[in-house]
């Protein structure tokens, strides 16, 4: 009779709180994975397996991506020039031709072929130096993507010089975030959250407060990450950010940081210190982390100029400094809406350029 009233009770308590609407815990996980902090949040769906799948995956997508021993990228590097062709995972080579595509778009602006001058400034090790002139023209005359070639039909590519190397870091990330998507979509998760790093994120459906997720662009001259210019609110869309903040070393009052513009070898210098870029639909994971890295490495008149006509759906945001003012300016293409229209607390020190 007790054990009746017990299962009683706990079957009013579950009615009373369906009727009053409260939301299940959410699923979240953190690791440090593909070199920074992740989290995967599920409200609702298959929860954890959704969240568990998706870490497993993001570990597998980390090592693909890598540059260890056995991987596919250093395979490449060690036969680049000899002319033999390299089999590539299918998540790899994916990425390549995503790269490719983009890279021809772009006129090279984005270009994972930068590896050997990412290699060259080891911005982010305890390597990182301003390397000589000589060091330099050395490196740079191994970027090119058109020296990356690609064989769809056997998934398999080659460098055709020697000295050549592939750097994913500007795409690794939002790639993944599009496996996330797929992975949540087959165990029914509507509601979460997926932040690698703050760098990259995806916002599925609403926050428990049943609200939009409120995604903070980071303030990029403050030491606390947590710190925000604007604040994002967010509904089943994709957003990733790239600045001068995430990586770098300062020598003499000189901030080198870790995105490059491949023509010169050198931390592109265009006067902007974050760019950050939201987009909706299929692949808007990859499409933003491409975009966010090409807009920095462009500049605001150029990147703007280029986000117009390059086809993609996408609202992006340029940081640009004066004195202590930030100053936003906004790009819009496709069906996106404007920035302007997106972003709400921004912070006292920052202030819209006019258009
Ligand atoms: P992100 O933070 O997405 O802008 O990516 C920056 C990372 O991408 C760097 O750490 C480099 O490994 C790599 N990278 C730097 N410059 C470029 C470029 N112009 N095109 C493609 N990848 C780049
Ligand atoms: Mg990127």
Redesign the pocket.
Known sequence: MKRLFGMLFAVMVACLCAACGAPPEPYTKTAVIMDTVVTIEAEDGEREQAVDEGMAYLQKIDALASQNAGSDLELLRLSAGNGQWVAISPEVFEMLEM?QEW?EKTDG????T??P??WLWG??TEYAKVPSEAELAEARSHVGWQKLELDKSATSARLTEAGMRI?????A??YAIDGLCAIFKKHGVKNGLVSLGG??MYAFGKSPKRKPWRIGIRHPRSDDAKEYLAVAPLTDAAL????DY??YFEQDGVRYH?????VTGRP?DTGVLGVTVIATGGHAGTLT??L???L??MGEEKGKAFLKTCGADASALFIMQEGDTFHFCAATSGDAPAMQDVLTDVAESAQWEAE
């Open positions: 790269s890279a602006a984005f270009d994972v930068v590896g001058v990412v911005i982010g750097h994913l870091g500007a795409i990330k939002g760098s990259s990733s950010s790239s600045g995430e990586r870790h995105i490059f513009d491949p592109a982390d491409i966010t890295t090409t920095f490495v």
